[in-house]
């Protein structure tokens, strides 16, 4: 299956593979970007997840948190293992398409094309106005009109409403969420048609972007190895991420690759 809407930027659906059940779909940064641009001009109300090994594994442990990604417009591959399993499966040369990055790349084609956007998220007000100053300051002319950190505990009703209202009034065609997995991915979830933009979920790049903490070297990244920095950075927040979360992936990702082959084998 392709995509839905006649003349739109193609994802092949049948390149998609369902890792422990949660839907991840083989994309690019082009054509990822090109894909939320051409929703984004026609303002419709998308969003676009982010899969690392601890949503995957979030989404194992939880079937409704699974729906929420499972019914997203677009998964793309966040994590490195993510991105040498799908290849594993059947999906070469597919790309890492990291959250911080597809935000840079977001952020440049809206530029260009005056696209109004926002941003949900980061731990503190400081942290979301540096996001925005630093954006705006790589790619001039970037349209920023909604702009809101929210606090940690779960909004009220009334609070919720307000917000909604806020991105509706202002014209914001691209939302950028950053409040965390699987927050942030049941927040466009249950937004989507009420919020009439394009959701994109990009976890850490708020602060990594704004400089509020550091970014793992590329080389290491490359080499999967971008865990050891985080650990080794924020150890209370990440030691439960990759002592939990990494070798039940590593397993049950093994063992669905196993069978997988084996299928392919006898069929």
Excluded at 166 to 176: D, E, K, M, W
Excluded at 249 to 266: D, E, I, M, P, S
Aim: proline share 6%; aromatic share 10%; with cysteine.
């Amino acid at each position: 299956m392709k995509s839905r809407v006649p003349g739109e930027v193609v994802i092949e659906k049948s390149r998609s593979r369902f890792i422990l059940g949660m839907r991840v779909d083989a994309s690019s940064y082009e054509a990822a970007t090109a894909l939320v641009m051409e929703w984004a001009l026609r303002g419709e109300s998308r969003y676009v997840c982010e899969a690392p090994i601890n949503m995957v594994m979030e989404a194992y442990d939880r079937p409704e948190y699974r729906k929420c990604i499972n019914e997203a417009d677009l998964v793309v591959c966040g994590g490195m293992p993510i991105v040498w399993l799908m290849r594993l499966l059947g999906v070469r040369r597919q790309p890492r398409v990291y959250g911080p990055n597809l935000t840079l790349h977001i952020c440049e084609a809206a530029a260009r094309a005056k696209i109004p956007v926002g941003f949900l998220g980061g731990t503190d007000d400081a942290v979301v106005r540096n996001l925005v100053r630093n954006l705006e300051a790589r790619y001039p002319g970037l349209p920023v009109v909604f702009v809101h950190a929210p606090p940690f505990r779960p909004l009220t009703a009334q609070e919720d409403c307000d917000v909604t209202q806020q991105i509706a009034a202002s014209g914001c065609r691209l939302l950028f969420v950053g409040i965390g997995c699987p927050k942030q991915e049941r927040w466009m979830a249950e937004h989507r048609n009420r919020v009439q933009s394009v959701m994109l979920g990009v976890g850490c790049a708020f602060d990594f972007i704004s400089g509020h903490k550091p970014q793992a070297p590329v080389w290491l990244q490359n080499m999967g190895g971008e865990w050891i920095f985080r650990v080794i950075t924020e150890p209370r927040r990440m030691w439960r991420r990759y002592t939990y979360h990494a070798p039940r992936f590593v397993v049950l990702a093994g063992w669905q690759l196993l069978c997988w082959r084996l299928g392919r084998a006898r069929g």
